[in-house]
């Protein structure tokens, strides 16, 4: 067999955007014009959120979100190790401690009664991540927040256009933050978003996106120095979005709902092949929630295979899958350890770590793509059943 390199996850841009950013080099703003607050508008708007902040990246996003909650020296913030490393790293950007609260087995999403037994008086915010586009059962998280008076910030760079009992992801936690990475649901090449409900949390992102600086005659302190003047009121960063992304945003969101349909339907097909496969578990999803399936990921039933994750994971990149892993588990790495973190902390994630493969899953896979990813990982798995 031979075929294309066939990669896990990957944009799709077309014409339409192409004219739509062209348009942006046209005119008279390429950084900060109309085009940011355009997208931040339909993009709150499609979330169901009152404001949508966008920035540089999502990490920038997540990094701008722990600045906004007041998290800080001595503060110590819960996440999930089965995440990609910026949902820890925003927490040590801003001097506090990550905390690393075990998996569901079954959903692999964090689990909150693990959040519980992690919380401590110094628990100042709780940073759930919605793991492969599964929402994280966030009603429960909600309510050990409020108990606890926590803030939650949901890193749903998974979950775009997701929901949760028939809410969508962005309009449920105290802040949401997305990527806009070109794996991720929609692109803007970098980018990412923070949306919310509350007004003063709207401003300190928007004050912390660019140098804590503002013009807003709401804020000032002195309001009558004259129209040139601004002042900085926080320690911010350059974390600005440009309208040269903005636009192609714009036209992006256009296309989301489509995307899903078609991720949906991809993996309904994985599904209905996978299943059957001796060897392999397939993805659970918890009843009151609807994915928006950012990945796919399979797990290999280790005990009934005569090969581990390492063999099968080359076989197939062998036949040209682009076949990753996702993830590490964040206390792993080296600058986590340094820090004191141990092997141990977390066993659901470290023993889920060992089994999973993720699959390539983005909505441009044609079906002939769909049809020979099965098939080759069919292959594979029968050849090393016990
Ligand atoms: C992609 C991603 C982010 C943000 O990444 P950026 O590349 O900075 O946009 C954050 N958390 C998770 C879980 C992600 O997958």
């Known amino acids: 067999m031979t075929k294309n390199f066939i990669p896990y996850g990957q944009q799709w841009i077309d014409e339409d955007d192409i004219r739509e950013v062209v348009e942006v080099l046209r005119s008279n703003y390429l950084t900060t014009g109309p085009k940011i607050e355009e997208f931040e508008k339909k993009f709150a708007t499609y979330v169901g959120a009152k404001y949508a902040v966008a920035l540089a990246n999502g990490t920038a996003a997540l990094h701008a979100a722990c600045f906004a909650a007041g998290i800080g020296e001595g503060d110590e913030v819960i996440t999930t190790p089965m995440t990609f490393a910026a949902s820890a790293n925003c927490i040590l950007y801003q001097g506090a401690t990550p905390v690393f609260a075990d998996i569901d087995p079954n959903t692999y999403n964090i689990d909150p009664a693990d959040i519980r037994r992690k919380i401590t008086q110094k628990t100042k915010a709780i940073i759930p991540v919605d793991f492969t586009g599964q929402p994280v059962l966030i009603d429960e998280i909600m309510a050990i927040a409020n108990e606890h008076n926590l803030i939650v910030i949901q890193d749903a760079a998974h979950s775009l256009g997701a929901d949760y009992k028939g809410r969508k992801i962005g309009?449920?936690?105290?802040?949401?933050?997305?990527?806009?990475?070109?794996?991720?649901?929609?692109?803007?090449?970098?980018?990412?978003?923070?949306?919310?409900?509350?007004?003063s949390l709207y401003n300190k992102l928007k004050l912390f996106r660019t140098h804590g600086i503002t013009r807003d005659s709401e804020l000032l302190h002195n309001k009558e120095e004259g129209p040139w003047y601004y002042e900085q009121l926080?320690?911010?960063?350059?974390?600005?979005?440009?309208?040269?992304?903005?636009?192609?945003?714009?036209?992006?969101l256009r296309k989301l709902d489509d995307f899903i349909l078609r991720r949906r339907a991809i993996i309904k097909r994985y599904n209905e092949a996978l299943n059957r496969l001796e060897g392999v578990v397939i993805p659970y999803q918890e009843q009151n929630t609807n994915?928006?399936?950012?990945?796919?990921?399979?797990?290999?039933?280790?005990?009934?295979?005569?090969?581990?994750?390492?063999a099968i994971f080359d076989a197939l990149r062998a036949q040209n899958i682009g076949v990753n892993?996702?993830?590490?588990?964040?206390?792993?790495?080296?600058?986590?350890?340094?820090?004191?973190?141990?092997?141990?902390?977390?066993?659901?994630?470290?023993?889920?770590?060992?089994?999973?493969?993720?699959?390539?899953?983005?909505?441009?896979?044609?079906?002939?793509?769909?049809?020979y990813v099965i098939n080759v990982v069919s292959k594979v798995i029968n050849y090393y059943l016990k």
Not at 239 to 252: H, W
Not at 291 to 310: F, G, M, T, V
């Open 171 to 199: 309009s449920i936690a105290h802040m949401t933050e997305f990527s806009l990475h070109p794996v991720k649901h929609i692109t803007t090449g970098e980018g990412g978003v923070i949306t919310t409900d509350d007004k």
């Open 234 to 252: 926080e320690l911010g960063y350059n974390y600005r979005i440009t309208d040269i992304q903005c636009a192609l945003g714009i036209s992006q």
């Open 325 to 371: 892993v996702h993830y590490i588990p964040v206390y792993y790495f080296p600058y986590y350890q340094q820090m004191g973190y141990t092997k141990g902390l977390c066993p659901t994630a470290e023993k889920l770590y060992e089994s999973i493969i993720t699959i390539p899953l983005f909505p441009k896979m044609s079906d002939t793509d769909i049809e």
């Open 291 to 310: 994915s928006s399936w950012h990945l796919y990921i399979i797990k290999l039933e280790l005990e009934k295979l005569k090969a581990n994750r390492r």
